[in-house]
């Protein structure tokens, strides 16, 4: 049985996860939409939508453009507010009653399609300005790193493959670089579950590649919820597929058995 302290610090799951500090995660999913529904001008984005992801998963979500992906991580980032079903990350933190800036904290980080990164910093100072901190004690760039930031910052370079850029201003990355280095500055406010959107959009083959290899990485000690629609992408990461439509799920499982499936072949991925 796991203590609080075991939660404090995370611990290894019985599937070999690692369940995420802060997050009660040891009797049910680290994710759980129930029954949620959302309507904008008497138009359901998202209709009685059932979503569960467990500690650790790498799910990939795919759907025809209007499916409601986009509105699900509203709802789970507290963007928007459901009119109607539950919302929970893990055992305790009921997502619907919390802002966006009160969730990012407790652990959800969002990457949108278009990178977001400070261009006139390095590499390094973009990492530094994203660490999770007290922002009045480290006012400026100048302020002094503990030995473990560091040591994080040394980490997340390697794991994003950017050490050899440390120094190069953010401005002149390439996009795909562009957009590990806004992974790495979501890592680097260690966050339990990650949301990413279209994270393979406008990359080089190369690029989408290294990105594929980093989310598998990252898979098992970080949950990662991406949306794409790039199908060779999640071809090559996805373990569970999800496909949403008319904001409900339409289908779901492995890649092979999610796109022999009639309905989705219909609805989304053509003869």
């Not at 404090?8 to 939409?33: E, Q, R």
């Not at 994203?130 to 100048?142: C, E, I, N, Y």
């Not at 790495?184 to 966050?191: A, C, N, S």
Request: with cysteine.
């Amino acid at each position: 049985m796991n203590t609080d302290d075991d939660l404090k610090g995370g611990v290894t799951s019985g599937l070999g996860h690692i369940m995420p500090a802060g997050v009660d995660v040891s009797h049910g999913p680290i994710l759980y939409l129930e029954g949620i529904t959302v309507s904008f001008d008497g138009f359901r984005a998202l209709n009685d939508l059932n979503f569960t992801v467990e500690a650790g998963e790498l799910r990939c979500i795919i759907g025809p453009n209007g499916a409601g992906k986009t509105t699900m991580m509203d709802v789970i980032t507290g963007k928007t507010r459901p009119d109607a079903g539950t919302a929970f990350f893990g055992q305790t933190i009921d997502l619907t009653r919390f802002t966006e800036a009160e969730i990012a904290h407790r652990g959800i980080g969002r990457k949108f399609q278009k990178p977001t990164v400070f261009e006139n910093h390095t590499v390094v100072e973009n990492l530094e300005l994203a660490m999770k901190a007290d922002k009045r004690v480290r006012a400026s760039l100048r302020a002094k790193l503990r030995a473990d930031d560091l040591a994080r910052i040394g980490e997340t370079l390697a794991l994003i493959r950017l050490e050899s850029e440390a120094g190069r201003l953010a401005g002149t990355l390439s996009h795909g670089q562009k957009q590990w280095l806004e992974i790495g500055m979501l890592l680097m406010q260690e966050p339990k579950l990650l949301l990413l959107d279209e994270p393979a959009a406008g990359m080089t083959d190369e690029e989408t590649a290294r990105t594929a290899e980093l989310f598998k990485q990252l898979a098992g000690s970080h949950t990662l919820v991406v949306v794409e629609h790039d199908m060779d992408f999640i071809a090559s990461i996805a373990r569970t597929v999800t496909v949403l439509h008319e904001g409900s799920v339409l289908a779901e499982g492995p890649m092979d058995v999610v796109k022999n499936d009639e309905r989705v072949i219909e609805v989304y991925l053509g003869r």
